[in-house]
T-cell receptor, first 114, second 112 residues
Framework: KNQVEQSPQSLIILEGKNCTLQ??????????LRWYKQDTGRGPVSLTI?????NTKSNRRYTATLDADTKQSSLHITASQLSDSASYICVVRSNTGTASKLTFGTGTRLQVTL | EAQVTQNPRYLITVTGKKLTVTCSQN?????MSWYRQDPGLGLRQIYYSMNVEVTDKGDVPEGYKVSRKEKRNFPLILESPSPNQTSLYFCASRQGGTGGYTFGSGTRLTVV
């Protein structure tokens, strides 16, 4: 069964600090992995996409990594800001023929405080 | 502005009273999908559509209907809502291939 597990479930950090969110998946066959940011009461917004051949990708203060061998991804947030407070969702896509399937993690809720 | 628009944002209804949640996208995307989000669970797919007049069940389709008569619209219909359909619903669209989803802002539905 395809699964995506994220850790920690929740995290509180001080503004300006760094943090790393983890995503482990058992999705096969793997197509790509995306990290989404979901602000409270809003729809998820894509931050990065990682394909099989990519190890690291950065988007402003967000850096995603992918280890396809161990089926792990991480999202590192540098110099956190209050606006980073949100849920971060890891989503893995698998392709089987003409169909594709997304498996969503339950998310990590990040709170950045003063 | 490229967006997915859902209406209403909030809805409280009674068991058994039919309702429709509308979804419209202005990006000419082929693929549209409905998800529900419940505490402690990841987003779960209800129905999806790969193009006009082409719809298929997702993981949790029971109690829901959809239609895709036009490319831009993908309404979600609850013929006889029940309390277990109380949830946060998201409509999303994407272009074909490996494009990422654009999500709507969500509809918080409460069935009493």
């Amino acid at each position: 069964k395809n699964q995506v597990e994220q850790s920690p479930q929740s995290l509180i950090i001080l503004e300006g600090k760094n943090c790393t969110l983890q995503c482990n998946y058992t999705v096969s066959p793997f197509s790509n992995l995306r990290w989404y940011k979901q602000d409270t009461g809003r729809g998820p917004v894509s931050l990065t996409i990682m394909t099989f051949s990519e190890n690291t990708k950065s988007n402003r203060r967000y850096t995603a990594t992918l280890d396809a061998d161990t089926k792990q991804s991480s999202l590192h947030i540098t110099a956190s800001q209050l606006s980073d407070s949100a849920s971060y969702i890891c989503v893995v896509r698998s392709n089987t023929g003409t169909a594709s399937k997304l498996t969503f993690g339950t998310g990590t809720r990040l709170q950045v405080t003063l | 502005e490229a967006q997915v628009t859902q209406n209403p944002r909030y809805l409280i209804t009674v068991t058994g009273k039919k309702l429709t949640v509308t979804c419209s996208q202005n990006m000419n995307h082929e693929y549209m999908s409905w998800y529900r989000q419940d505490p402690g669970l990841g987003l779960r797919q209800i129905y999806y559509s790969m193009n006009v007049e082409v719809t298929d069940k997702g993981d949790v389709p029971e109690g829901y209907k959809v239609s895709r008569k036009e490319k831009r619209n993908f309404p979600l219909i609850l013929e006889s809502p029940s309390p277990n359909q109380t949830s946060l619903y998201f409509c999303a669209s994407r272009q074909g291939g490996t494009g990422g989803y654009t999500f709507g802002s969500g509809t918080r539905l409460t069935v009493v």
